[in-house]
């Protein structure tokens, strides 16, 4: 069996991290963007009370669930729209296009109705009572915001798939330039509106969602760079086979990101057992780390379009430079992020409360948060380069391993057995993301060394298998 790159091309080292890093600037923008609407939510609420913030962010965290598995299944978009790209059928996207926005649209409207039907999961878990009715009030406005969260990523994954991403990040920053005086307006009460709180929070976010989706979409279909995929040529009704073929691959996806999203979740309803200062000081943390987290996030998914785009071209070769490039540039963010949260969390911390407790609690967790950075990063790139595969079963099953089979038991052992609290559970995160890390990054290692991800590519017009 081959090994990747056996020898080491430098100029063509260079020429990739380049190119990954022209893609992958524009998509960490837009990830941070995206995030920064939950930094945004944070900060107003934590600066109007304690009590606020802590139903602000326990209701973000499951409407965090249904973001990832509007998300998830939408990655299958960029893949397939790159390999298409790379393989010269440029004219069969509009096609794939049409199916992908009828799945965004129904499970837009399934995530609606989940959404506001999830008050038993506070009741589940435990949630003190008294913050219940605002989490619930938070998640009924929110929730109408999934349809255009949904349709605005397969709209995205067709612009990204296509080595464009700057569009991402001017609409994602456009909806967060939008996003704070309207929360600040609804949440406080000005301009004549009565304060809404947790609930102004949710609306505010649900039209920032439509707002975005929308100029996204007029956007697409003026543009002329999109004008060759064919998008608007007719109209199409849902296809089953199309559909299904999408869903093949991004239901995993959406499971993948499930699981660790889903893990994070869980140690957030499970730490809401322990009192409203404990409660928003992880979300602190969590929100910092998550605004770290979409640096590798924004890489990943450039790793996945170079990948993608290479196997459409069915570039042995290139496709392992992509990938090992990719893993590698991601390490080296890694080591920013994990440098400031162990350097200064304190400073961190104070920009989102004023409240000393909170603060100090969110400094120490910040800590635990720095050590599983680079953990984080390999499994994320790892997970990206194999999504440019289409490979995408084995790295569910091994992310539901990592996460629930090993991450929430230790740190739910950690946290309630030894009574380490809220520093258990984030320790389980810890042995969760580096259990995944060397699993994943196993996992690619070996895929590249093989040649049956040639299988799953789309030839070019006219071309034969010859492998």
Request: with cysteine.
């Amino acid at each position: 069996m081959p090994k990747p790159l056996s020898s080491i091309d430098r100029v063509r080292v260079a020429r990739e991290t380049g190119a990954l890093l022209r893609l992958a600037l524009p998509l960490i923008a837009a990830q941070l963007a995206a995030v920064g609407t939950n930094v945004v939510d944070a900060m107003l609420s934590g600066h109007l009370n304690a009590h606020v913030q802590a139903a602000v962010t326990t209701g973000a965290g499951i409407w965090t669930l249904a973001i990832l598995i509007g998300i998830g299944t939408m990655l299958a978009v960029p893949p397939t729209v790159a390999q298409l790209d790379g393989a010269g059928r440029r004219g069969e996207i509009g096609a794939t296009i049409r199916q992908a926005l009828w799945i965004a649209l129904l499970l837009g409207l399934i995530l609606v109705y989940a959404v506001r039907h999830a008050e038993f999961m506070l009741r589940l878990v435990g949630v003190v009572p008294s913050l219940r009715p605002d989490v619930v009030a938070f998640l009924h406005a929110v929730g109408w915001g999934a349809p255009a969260l949904t349709l605005y990523f397969a709209l995205r994954g067709l612009s990204e798939g296509l080595s464009l991403p700057r569009p991402s990040m001017f609409f994602s920053l456009g909806g967060l330039v939008l996003l704070a005086p309207l929360g600040y307006v609804l949440m406080y009460g000005r301009l004549g509106f009565s304060p809404m709180g947790a609930r102004g929070s949710g609306i505010a976010t649900a039209i920032v969602l439509w707002c975005e989706m929308l100029g996204f979409a007029f956007y697409v279909l003026k543009h002329p760079n999109y004008r060759g995929i064919r998008l608007t040529e007719r109209f199409d009704l849902p296809h089953p086979r199309v559909m299904g073929e999408l869903l093949y691959l991004g239901a995993p996806m959406a499971f993948t990101l499930l699981m660790e999203g889903g893990l994070f979740v869980a140690v957030a309803l499970a730490v809401a057992t322990l009192g409203e200062t404990v409660t928003a000081a992880h979300q602190v943390a969590l929100n910092v780390s998550s605004v770290a987290f979409m640096v590798p996030l924004g890489t990943a998914m450039a790793i996945t379009i170079r990948v993608g785009h290479a196997a459409g071209r069915r570039d042995v070769i290139g496709v392992r430079y992509a990938a090992l490039c990719g893993v590698g540039l991601t390490l080296f963010t890694q080591v920013v992020s994990s440098s400031l949260m162990l350097g200064i969390p304190h400073a961190i911390a104070g920009l989102y409360s004023d409240d000393a407790a909170v603060v100090g609690m969110a400094a120490q967790l910040m800590v635990l948060a720095g050590l599983f950075q680079f953990s984080d990063g390999i499994q994320v790139a790892s997970n990206g380069a194999l999504r440019g595969l289409k490979d995408t079963r084995v790295p569910m099953l091994i992310s539901a391993f990592a996460y629930w089979g090993v991450g929430m038991p230790a740190g739910w052992w950690l946290a309630f057995h030894l009574h380490w609290g809220a520093r258990g559970m984030w320790a389980g995160l810890v042995v969760g993301l580096s259990a995944a890390a060397v699993l994943l990054f196993t996992r690619l290692w070996r895929t590249l060394s093989s040649e049956r991800w040639l299988r799953h590519v789309p030839l070019a017009p006219g071309a034969a298998v010859d492998d």
